[in-house]
């Protein structure tokens, strides 16, 4: 039986990769996808999660745009420079002929929940915005959700700035109303995937090179992440291309790829060098755990979880 | 001609006379009611309005519950202690068989918005989370209202704490969403009434005879004002009791009775002394003017208007 | 029998006539000048301060160069706009043969107070830095002033900022530390005097023309006035001369001049648009109070009390 | 020919043997000791110091007592649980005869800098408070210093909190004075040395036993470090004992023995989960970098030195 999975991102090329994993596994169904600002503007994730739902041949699944600007403050967030000016490293996706549904993100978060015959996972990919808005208006709609699944912070190092990683710290409150003061009639299941084990689920040059071999979509998802690696090279000397978003989607798909620990989670709000840092307590001696957090994870068993469902699309 | 206009409040002593000198007046059309936590917890204070419409013979205007904790942080926010335990000064009012609509406060606001033929007004006489909702998850509806007029504030001393009165400081991140980074397609007049002029619109302890003399709802009115003035007296040693929020709905009635000048407006978000301060620049020297803000008002006439519609009760 | 004062000052056109105010005087001794960076840098200061005891015919006053930077963080806190290049409005002194004396400020503060056959009152009319470093430095050395009276903050607005006067923004937290956690082994009695009463205490032009006839020194003080007129009429439109720190030394030489309540003051230090506020709890409902606070001043007295010593320089 | 030092402490166990190390090597001068309230309050520090230099068989080593309490604000900053009630984990060492000096920390730092004959290099194994006045008050004096190697932060969690180091955590403020903004006329070279490195120089309970077998000062030693691992196994569930100080020291000694690279670190003085961090930007992508921050260490070595020279006193 195939369990509901709700995908709130801001793709982006690991978003991308993302939604295809979803798509191409059995386990899970894909029932909505909602979009919003983070890597690049909203009008181009919006576009970019249509597209990437034509190319997986399921332009069905409804699309909705959500939040432009963070819950509370408005900083200079974009990513371009590392994802491309289309978010997708340059790589020009086949234009879906579908829009956005009519409704806002937080409303097709809200009916998505609300019609499921079963506990719907949400999978978050970008900042928490569109989250926030939902554990602030509808906390009983969000007490339903059977798990909540972040690709967001880190216990060590950030990579947006020497504290925070991207995600968080392009909307500190968000993350904040989300983990730290989440206010639900029950808490929800949450696992917090941050860099510490994102970063060394990492593809080698070579592993591209297999993607390239295995058809049309685990291609062009080869050349977007091509494009990525240049840009980690360029920046920090890196010589392979972390799948952060996939990897978060696969250990929603397959619990337990990630090993994570229960844990109090502090994002940090103020306005000053540590904004957007999480401050994971995995003793929890002062606070009571409030998620998951991922510290190890199967790196060959991820990696191939990832690679071969990507080269599903070959077989369709 | 009649103007809509939507309340979000708190009721609360002086939201009660907002609602009941809003229902009396045939300038404006009280066309919905939401309901917010502040002076005390979110079920009393829907059951209130409720209770206050009901009272005001208008139990089919509807009234919607909204967000029970604020927009960022949790706080002790209560004021039981000068409200009441009920938040009306112990008056008892008759409990109306109306219930809340099922619509959320923000779905309310929303459709209440979209249905008009005219443009809102939105007076909000309570902690301005909701609105914080409405401007944040549906910027384009917000973007239609004709006016925001909000008590809140002060240009001066605060109430709850030295720096900050009582709405702003209860939520002060919704306070900044609304006021100071409104992010809204088109900006929305705001008039911002605070403190300096709220306090000067004032009942001495003889007005309150007059409301006694006036018929049952005004006389109930009166009750519920002794309440509020034993605490000021009390508390503060002040022998008279300001209209903070029916002063805020006059205005919204019949423009001008406040006299107000465009400033910028920043809410002091920060966990420090000034938590919920709002600065005013009035010379807008570093900002472009964001709302007009109250410096003045004509007190006679302010409370003759108050008054006199509460008298209407009496010749129904 | 003449009390001693120690006057900490960056001059700075009042600080010049809070100086030659004090040496007129015959109920005091001033028995030295310390100077920190604020309205202009630590050298321009102290050639000012240097250049004022020699026009007052007391070069052997001993000037000590104090702190150029903040107690913590470094800011643009510069007014020369307002003070004129040299921080005299233009005045040009004649160059005092004196220089400062070898120690720091705070080293000939702590020389001072320990020297003194009676207890000193300490008068700050700059930002608090070399106060700062006295309290945490020689913390009982500091409980054996007499006074300090200081002319900074306000209850209601401010100058620099929205919320914070000139020398409190220049340098909040040493503000904090001496007037919200002095830290001491006992307190000192503390006087604050903002710009609440300094604003009243003002020169009409018609005064600077009683000043012009009465000799040299006062003349140049209606010429430096005259330069301080102009910058208020042009950047906000005042047609008075406000004397901040003339009116705090009168108070310091004076005592009751200005009519001071009990209060608790807290420094706002956060890094956000209230930095350098002073919250003043008159009621002291939170905490006990740590300084008299000016709320009243009779301002003829005051002004007559300050002109009449400028005029003893014509009688000398 | 050996090299001044001067040693900033707040003796506390690991300073203890951080002042024996330094004692006992030939090619460092031990030419002052100042207290700092840290571990315990000042009064036992300086005690502390006292008796530890009477049992190197130095009393004539000058110790000056300094600040009792932050350079900004007051916190419950002591650890006393960690290092027993008089901070030497109840390990009671023979009273010295001697008392401190009557200088001040200040004072003596500045006077022992100002009389070296040459550089001198400034220890600091406490909070900073001492050391962030000499910055403030004697920018110069600092200025001459050869090289300041401070005992503080991590790039990694912390340890009083989820991200500070206590010595930081106890006095950001002054942290973030000296190593975020000096201010100094030169810049000094400055060295880093946090938990990442500290926490792996650890003696193992065998390395007691070496100890015990040394003479008497190394077996009080080996005594005190007994109730340290204690604590570590009780709280933390260690089974090493970290020698966080006597590390620090030993690369005062012997340059190299930690590995350092350049980077900008920035102290966190917010006031929220974040408080004490020292975010160290390896990189230096936004600032040039303003001190060498510990990366690694030669633990054997490191060990074997402290250990060596702990035995010196088995051989006088
Ligand atoms: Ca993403
Ligand atoms: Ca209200
Ligand atoms: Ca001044
Ligand atoms: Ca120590």
Redesign the interface.
């Known amino acids: 039986m195939t369990r509901p999975v709700l995908l709130d991102c801001d793709p982006g090329i690991d978003d991308m990769i993302a939604i295809l994993t979803a798509v191409a596994s059995p386990e899970v169904e894909l029932v909505g996808v909602t979009t919003v600002g983070g890597n690049v503007g909203i009008d181009t994730t919006t576009r970019n999660a249509l597209d990437v739902l034509a190319l997986a041949g399921r332009a069905d699944i409804p699309v909705a745009r959500g939040?432009d600007?963070p819950?509370?403050?408005?900083l200079d967030n974009r990513a371009e420079s590392v994802h491309g000016g289309n978010g997708l490293g340059g790589v020009t996706l086949p234009t879906s002929g579908a829009g956005p549904v009519e409704a806002?993100a937080?409303e097709l978060m809200v009916e998505t929940v609300r019609a499921a015959t079963e506990p719907v996972t949400l999978v978050a990919t970008g900042p928490l915005t569109n989250v926030a808005?939902l554990f602030?208006?509808?906390p009983e709609v969000a007490s339903r959700l059977a798990r909540l699944v972040v690709m967001g912070g880190s216990?060590?190092?950030g990579n947006r700035?020497?504290?925070a990683e991207f995600n968080i710290w392009a909307d500190p409150?968000a993350a904040?109303?989300v983990l730290t003061?989440p206010?639900l009639p029950r808490p929800v299941p949450t696992t917090l995937v941050g860099l510490d084990v994102t970063y060394r689920t990492a593809y080698r040059p070579d592993d591209l090179d297999r993607l390239r071999s295995a058809g049309t979509v685990a291609a062009l998802c080869a050349d977007a992440l091509e494009y990525y690696l240049a840009a980690y090279r360029r920046d920090?000397g890196m010589d392979v291309v972390p799948l952060h978003d996939p990897l978060v989607m696969a250990e929603a798909i397959r619990p337990g790829l990630v090993t994570a620990e229960p844990a109090y989670v502090?994002v940090?709000?103020?306005?000053?060098?540590?904004r957007g840092?999480t401050?994971?307590?995995l003793?929890g001696v002062r606070n009571q755990p409030t998620a998951e957090v991922g510290v190890d994870v199967d790196v060959p068993s991820a990696l191939e979880f990832i690679t071969s469902r990507l080269e599903n699309y070959a077989r369709r």
Chains 1, 2, 3, 4 share one sequence.
């Open positions: 939040a600007r819950y509370l403050r408005t806002t937080l808005h602030a208006v509808y216990i060590g190092a700035t020497p504290a409150e904040y109303r003061e206010g920090i502090e940090d709000t103020t306005v000053g060098p540590s840092n401050l994971v307590d003793r």
